[in-house]
T-cell receptor, first 115, second 112 residues
Framework: DAGVIQSPRHEVTEMGQEVTLRCKPI?????LFWYRQTMMRGLELLIY????????DSGMPEDRFSAKMPNASFSTLKIQPSEPRDSAVYFC?????????????FGPGTRLLVL | EDKVVQSPLSLVVHEGDTVTLNCSYE??????LLWYKQEKKAPTFLFML????IEKKSGRLSSILDKKELFSILNITATQTGDSAVYLC????????????FGPGTRLSVLP
């Protein structure tokens, strides 16, 4: 398996622009997680899906952030409009079981820079 | 390609045991290595290591880095059932634009 695939790997954009991050989970995994990593706040869980349904989006910072999972093999995280404070590395992870102690497999991340 | 390998992938021990989790890595240029504990939905930060040979401690947990041999270990002494979790190792390359690389994790189960 190719593992979790994210695109783009790097994104540089100007403040106010729309940004769309993409994720393809490992085939057969029912859970998909979006994280944001910054030096100040560390690794934060933004939202996670089970069987394409959003279960917990309490980590989404504000209305400018939205996430969708239209099918089992694809998810997007959208920021509109983007702001400089959104600059971070965004990780997608998937697991076959959302229970405690189940390994989540992380993608390579998307490094976002908003100017 | 940058890679992080963790071993064992799964470990079952009894309370009071001491465990050692391993993380080895291959990165073009190394900046830091991080350990996380994942017991709910989001990993919690444990340690960041940047220098070889300097042990970091937090209670019963300790970690050390060997930049020559490209590995780190995470030790947990006198394990408790609350230590049951997945422990993730991640490496940050020192190249502009390179992202963190996560290992697959070690699933630790501590039985009473």
């Amino acid at each position: 398996d190719a593992g979790v695939i994210q695109s783009p790997r790097h994104e540089v954009t100007e403040m106010g622009q729309e940004v769309t991050l993409r994720c393809k989970p490992i085939s057969g995994h029912d859970y998909l997680f979006w994280y944001r990593q910054t030096m100040m706040r560390g690794l934060e869980l933004l939202i996670y899906f089970n069987n394409n349904v959003p279960i917990d989006d309490s980590g989404m910072p504000e209305d400018r952030f939205s996430a969708k999972m239209p099918n089992a093999s694809f998810s997007t995280l959208k920021i509109q409009p983007s702001e400089p404070r959104d600059s971070a590395v965004y990780f997608c992870a998937s697991s076959s079981n959302g229970e405690i102690q189940e390994t989540q497999y992380f993608g390579p991340g998307t490094r976002l820079l908003v100017l | 390609e940058d890679k992080v390998v963790q071993s064992p992938l799964s470990l079952v021990v009894h309370e009071g045991d001491t465990v050692t989790l391993n993380c080895s890595y291959e990165v073009t240029n190394f900046r830091s290595l991080l350990w996380y504990k994942q017991e709910k939905k989001a990993p919690t930060f444990l340690f960041m290591l940047t220098s070889s040979g300097i042990e970091k401690k937090s209670g019963r947990l300790s970690s050390i880095l060997d930049k020559k041999e490209l590995f780190s270990i995470l030790n947990i002494t006198a394990t408790q059932t609350g230590d049951s979790a997945v422990y993730l190792c991640a490496v940050e390359p020192d190249n502009y634009g390179q992202n963190f690389v996560f290992g697959p994790g070690t699933r630790l189960s501590v039985l009473p």
